[in-house]
């Protein structure tokens, strides 16, 4: 498997290339400007001796340009310019005046004269390049052609020295780029190291361990946040995963226990048929408990893996309030309890979500309600509709529930045997109201519980993004 290179390597690479880029784009700029200004300050030469050839020549008579004055006020006049060569012919190609070392064949003196007079020009004569002029004068009643080429070898073995130079310290530039891009890419990924080193004492005995996001550049600090928001997640997940298993096992212990106490009892010895049969249907009622349970906790799961926002069905609430009091109106009759529908809104009130766990979080409070209510007492179901919420109160008139009962009422197994309250009431798993809070939830709502002045509300709340008038 071929190994990635790190962060550190990627952008130390990635800053060298840049870096060399621009030196080297930065050292041709350079060389093309040296060229130019030596190209420049060569043209500026050969007009300057242009014009002093043509000032030499206006001081020899007009029609006499063979007088022997001129080559010794040429050779005075160019003294000292050794890469310069100047060649002066008649029109007939009768030379007038020649450089002692002149290198300029008088063929190729024909082939750039027709290449035009006046313009500057390049040319090369064996391993000799010239940079030339070739000017027209008049002198007298004829032209005079004067030639200036200068040597450009001396310049060309400048620049390419220069160039060798440049290229040189380009390089050695841009390895200093590149330790000194090494060393800031280092200082500036040490947060993210220290986050490494952090996350590795992360374990599931040290869950608590957070990433540091104080002292950290504002670019790393959000994934620091990320981290520790994912962390507090993941630690709330399982405390309470762990908290749900030992709760499961403290549970079923119990059941698990009677029934395997109660049938090595049973096979000690001989029983009669009835004996035998007594045993099963008790074990039937421990097993029906249960399944019960694990029925709840497995709804439970479900539910709190559900998405935050549901796609479900309309659910109108009057009508889903009704139909359970038909369900139960047989019970709370047996028990001479009254059942009470009202809504200080119009009959449909309807909000966004899963019927079928709708209906189990409505028929929760109304089961627990009627299992807490003492004959002769009332159970009403209140339905608001505002602005801002959709509610359903199921309210109940019997014992208050302890202030510091209330705020366990929906943790999971706890049931009124845990609580202040008249033990002798009907006492089931105690995940019913987990189960009715973890729905709500779900539904991006929440459940609110108050007991006072002999009575007890649950309260379910449906925001107005859930809902639909």
């Not at 242009?50 to 030499?56: A, E, H, K």
């Not at 027209?136 to 400048?158: K, P, S, T, W």
């Not at 200093?176 to 490494?196: D, E, H, Q």
């Not at 497995?298 to 893996?305: M, P, R, V, Y």
Request: glycine content about 4%; overall charge neutral; some cysteine.
């Amino acid at each position: 498997m071929r190994r990635k290179l790190s962060l550190t390597a990627r952008l130390t690479l990635f800053y060298i290339s840049s870096s060399c880029l621009v030196l080297l784009v930065f050292s041709w700029v350079i060389t093309i400007a040296v060229q130019h200004h030596f190209s420049l300050q060569d043209q500026q030469n050969l007009q300057g001796k242009l014009q002093l050839v043509s000032n030499i020549l206006s001081k020899v008579t007009a029609h006499n340009s063979k007088d022997p004055k001129l080559a010794e006020y040429l050779r005075s006049a160019l003294v000292g310019h050794e890469d310069l060569q100047v060649l002066i012919l008649t029109p007939q190609k009768f030379v007038i005046y020649r450089s002692a070392k002149l290198s300029l064949p008088l063929d190729l003196v024909d082939t750039k004269i027709k290449m035009g007079i006046g313009k500057p020009m390049q040319w090369t004569v064996g391993s000799q390049h010239f940079l030339g002029l070739i000017a027209a004068l008049e002198h007298g009643d004829h032209a005079i052609i004067v030639i200036l080429a200068y040597n450009q070898n001396n310049h060309r073995q400048f620049k390419l020295s220069f160039t060798k130079t440049l290229v040189f310290f380009t390089l050695i530039a841009a390895l200093i780029s590149g330790l000194l891009a090494w060393f800031v890419t280092r200082r500036g990924l040490l947060p993210l190291y220290l986050i490494k080193d952090q996350a590795l004492k992360v374990t599931a005995n040290q869950l608590d361990q957070r990433m540091p996001d104080e002292d950290v550049p504002i670019e790393i600090s959000g994934l620091a946040v990320a981290l520790n928001q994912m962390l507090d997640r993941l630690e709330d997940a399982f405390t309470r995963l762990t908290q749900f298993s030992n709760e499961i096992a403290h549970e079923l212990r119990t059941p698990v226990s009677n029934l395997m106490t109660q049938t090595q009892v049973v096979l000690s010895k001989p029983r009669d048929l009835a004996t035998y049969r007594g045993v099963l249907e008790s074990n039937v009622e421990e097993y029906q408990r249960m399944t019960s349970m694990l029925s709840d906790m497995l709804f439970l799961a479900k539910t709190e893996q559900t998405t935050n926002v549901l796609k479900g069905a309309v659910i109108n609430l009057p009508d889903e309030a009704a139909n359970l009091f038909e369900f139960y109106d047989a019970l709370a009759e047996e028990r001479k309890i009254s059942l009470k529908l009202s809504a200080n809104c119009s009959d449909k009130v309807e909000i966004i979500g899963d019927v079928s766990m709708i209906r189990r979080a409505m028929s929760n409070l109304l089961s627990n309600a009627i299992n807490h209510t003492p004959a002769q007492g009332t159970i009403e179901i209140v339905i608001n509709k505002t602005l801002q919420y959709t509610s359903l109160s199921v309210i109940n008139s019997g014992l208050e529930i302890a202030p510091s009962v209330l705020p366990h009422l929906f943790e999971r197994f706890y049931t009124t045997a845990n609580a202040d309250r008249n033990s002798a009431l009907e006492v089931g798993t105690g995940l019913g109201l987990a189960i009715t809070e973890a729905i709500i939830k779900a539904h991006q709502g929440e459940i609110v519980v108050t007991s006072k002045a002999g009575f007890t509300c649950f309260q379910l709340i449906f925001r107005e993004r859930s809902a639909s008038i």
